[in-house]
C-alpha cells in the first residue's frame, strides 16, 4: 500500500470515526458497537481489507489505551475492591478458558484440550470499552464502574500469559503443571514490580513536568517504556503498563502543573478516541480473514465449536458472580464501601441482582480477544497448531456476539434496572469537598496576614477573602437544596441556571470583542490567543450544559 493510499485510509478512517461518534452521542448507541458493524460491511465489499498485526496491536496500541484507562481509574476505589476485581480479572478469566478447554476437548474433532484453553484464553478478558461508554452516560454508580474498569485492566495480563502457557503445551510433548503455575507468578510479579520502578522514574521526574509539553512528552512515552521494559525481562507488559498508570494517576495531583494536567489530558483523550475507532473498525474488516480457513471442517463441527465458546462466555460469567455470594463471607465478590454512602454502608456489601446482572452484561470482549487469538503461530517446532482456523471463527464470533449484542442492549437493559448512581448525593459529596477546601483557603489566608512580608498587602488579602467568602456562600447554599431533595437527582435552582447563563454570556461577550480588535487589525494573533486561553480556562470552570441551538 503506497504512502498516499495509506493517508487515504486514515483520513477516512478519522472521518468514520468523528460521524459515528456525534451519531452514538445523539442515539445513546455504543460508539464501537457501531463501528464494529461499519467494518463488517466495508470487509464485504470490493476492494483491500486491512489486517490485524497482533504484534502491532499488543506493542503500540493495546498499551495507551491501558494507560488511559489506568489514568482515568481510581487506585483507592480498586484498592477497596480489591478482593472483588482479583476475583473477576484472575479467577474468572482461569475458569473460563478452563472450561472453553474442556468443552473443546471432549465435543469438537480435532481440538486438544491445550487448544481449547488456548482459545479460552483468548476469550475469556472483557475488553469494556462499550459497556463502560454507556454506563457513564446511563449513570452507573461508581462502584460498579470501578470493578468493570478494574477487571478490564488487570485481566488482559492474566490472559496474554496462560495464552502462552496453553500455546506451549499444545506445540510440546511436555508439559510441566508447576513449571506453568511458576511462569504465571512471576510473569504477574514481574509485570508490577516493572510498573511499579516506572512510575516512581515519572516521580522523580516532577521537576520536569511543570512545563506542559515536556508533561505531554513524558505521558506518552510512558506507557510504552513499561510495556517494553517487562517484556525485555520476560515478564508481562500489560500489567506493568496498568500498574504504571494507576499510580500515576494517583500521583498526578502532585508531580504535575495545572496547566500540565489540562493539556495531557485533552491529549489522551484525542488519543484514546481515535486508537479506540480504529481498532473497532479493523475488527470488523477481520471476516474474510477468518472465514477462508473453514473449508476444511463440518458444518456440524463448526457449530459446536462456537456453541461451546459463546456459551462459556456467556454463562460462566452470571453464574460465577451468583456463585461468589453464596460462599463463606472471606471468598463473596464484594463491593467495598463508597466513600459518598452513609457510615453504616461504608462496609463491604454483597452484590445485588440488579448489580449482577449489570457486571454480566458489561463482559464484552474486544481488540485483545483477537490480538491474543492471531499471535497463536500457524506452526511451532515442525508442529501445525491444532485446529487454528477454527479457534479463529470462534474468537471473533465471540466478539461480535459480546460487542455487537450485549453492546447494543447494555443501554437499555440498565435502563430497565434501574441501576443507577445516586446523582445528589455525589453532588453533595463534591459541594463538601469543595467547601472544604475554601475553608481551607480562607485559613491560609489568616496564616498569610498574621506572618506576611511587607509586600503583602491588606487590600489583597481582604480582596481574595471576600471572593472565597462569596464562593462559600454559594457552595453552602446549593448545599442547603441538595439536603431538601427528595430524589436522587440533583436539583435545578433557577437561580444557579441564570447564574451560569450570565456567566457564558459575559464569556461570549468577551470573545467577540477580542475577535473585533484582532480582525480591525488592533491586537496580534499571539496576543489574542494569551486572552483566548484566559477566557477558555474561565468558561471551562462552569459546569456542562447544553447550549441553545
Keep these: ?19 459515528v461518534r456525534w451519531f452514538a452521542d445523539r442515539t445513546g448507541l455504543p460508539a464501537a458497537a457501531l463501528l464494529t458493524l461499519l467494518g463488517i460491511v466495508y470487509a464485504v465489499l470490493p476492494g483491500r481489507n486491512i489486517g490485524l498485526d497482533p504484534h502491532l496491536v499488543l506493542t503500540l496500541v493495546l498499551p495507551p489505551l491501558l494507560y488511559k484507562t489506568a489514568l482515568d481509574s481510581s487506585l483507592i476505589d480498586i484498592r477497596r475492591n480489591l478482593r472483588t ?19 473443546f476437548h471432549f465435543f469438537v474433532a480435532g481440538a486438544t484440550l491445550a487448544a481449547g484453553v488456548a482459545l479460552g484464553a483468548a476469550v475469556a478478558p472483557p475488553d469494556p470499552v462499550a459497556a463502560l461508554a454507556v454506563g457513564k452516560r446511563v449513570g452507573l454508580p461508581r462502584n460498579i464502574v470501578t470493578l468493570v474498569q478494574g ?17 506451549s503445551a499444545a506445540v510440546s510433548d511436555t508439559f510441566s503443571f508447576p513449571y506453568a503455575v511458576g511462569k504465571f507468578v512471576i510473569s504477574a510479579s514481574g509485570g508490577v514490580v516493572a510498573g511499579m520502578v516506572v512510575a516512581y522514574a515519572v516521580r522523580a521526574a516532577r521537576p520536569l513536568q511543570h512545563d506542559p509539553l515536556i508533561a505531554n ?18 515478564v508481562s507488559g500489560v500489567l506493568a503498563v496498568v ?39 479493523l475488527i470488523g474488516q477481520q471476516l474474510p480473514r477468518v472465514i477462508d480457513g473453514l473449508s476444511d471442517y463440518s458444518t456440524s463441527t463448526i457449530v459446536i465449536a462456537v456453541a461451546v465458546s459463546v456459551g462459556v462466555v456467556l454463562v460462566v460469567r452470571p453464574l460465577f458472580l451468583m456463585l461468589t455470594q453464596v460462599l463463606p463471607r472471606s471468598m463473596h465478590a464484594r463491593l467495598g464501601g463508597d466513600p459518598s454512602e452513609a457510615a453504616v454502608s461504608r462496609q463491604e456489601r454483597r452484590l445485588d441482582g440488579r448489580e449482577i446482572t449489570a457486571l454480566s452484561w458489561a463482559g464484552t470482549r474486544g481488540v485483545i480477544t483477537l490480538a491474543a487469538i492471531f499471535t497463536i503461530p500457524a506452526t511451532s517446532n515442525g508442529r501445525a497448531f491444532p485446529a487454528l482456523d477454527l479457534l479463529l471463527f470462534c474468537a ?12 447494543l442492549t447494555f443501554g437499555p437493559l440498565m435502563g430497565k434496572l434501574g441501576l443507577r448512581a445516586n446523582e445528589a448525593d455525589n453532588a453533595r459529596l463534591r459541594n463538601e469537598a469543595r467547601s472544604a477546601s475554601v ?3 480562607l485559613d491560609r489566608l489568616d496564616e498569610v496576614q498574621h506572618q506576611r512580608h511587607d509586600d503583602v498587602e491588606d487590600p489583597a488579602i481582604e480582596t481574595m477573602r471576600e471572593q472565597l467568602e462569596s464562593r462559600l456562600e ?41 475577535l473585533r480588535w484582532r480582525d480591525a487589525g488592533r491586537l496580534s494573533d499571539d496576543s489574542m490567543r494569551v486572552l483566548e486561553r484566559e477566557l477558555d480556562h474561565e468558561e471551562r470552570l462552569l459546569p456542562d450544559r447544553p447550549r441553545n441551538g
Design 85 to 103: 476485581v482479583i476475583s473477576l480479572s484472575v479467577v474468572l478469566v482461569l475458569l473460563t478458558a478452563l472450561l472453553v478447554g474442556v468443552g
Design 474 to 514: 454559594r457552595y453552602r447554599r446549593r448545599l442547603d437544596l441538595l439536603d431538601q431533595a427528595d430524589s436522587n437527582e440533583v436539583p435545578v435552582s433557577p437561580q444557579y441556571e441564570a447564574a451560569l447563563w450570565v456567566r457564558r454570556s459575559v464569556i461570549d461577550a468577551q470573545r467577540e470583542e477580542l
Design 217 to 234: 512528552a513524558v505521558s506518552l512515552a510512558t506507557p510504552f517504556v513499561a510495556y517494553l521494559l517487562a517484556e525485555r525481562v520476560h
Design 151 to 167: 477487571e478490564g485492566l488487570l485481566n488482559d495480563a492474566t490472559a496474554l500469559t496462560l495464552l502462552s502457557v496453553a500455546v
Design 396 to 407: 471473533f464470533v465471540v466478539v461480535l456476539v459480546t460487542l455487537v449484542g450485549q453492546g
Design 1 to 19: 500500500m503506497s504512502v498516499e493510499t495509506s493517508l487515504l485510509f486514515i483520513l477516512a478512517s478519522v472521518a468514520v470515526i468523528v460521524a
Design 439 to 441: 475553608q481551607a483557603a
Design 243 to 281: 500498574v504504571a498508570g494507576l499510580i500515576v494517576g494517583h500521583d498526578a495531583p502532585r508531580i504535575a502543573s495545572g496547566a500540565s494536567r489540562l493539556q495531557v489530558s485533552a491529549v489522551w483523550r484525542l488519543v484514546d478516541f481515535l486508537l479506540e475507532g480504529l481498532v473497532f473498525l
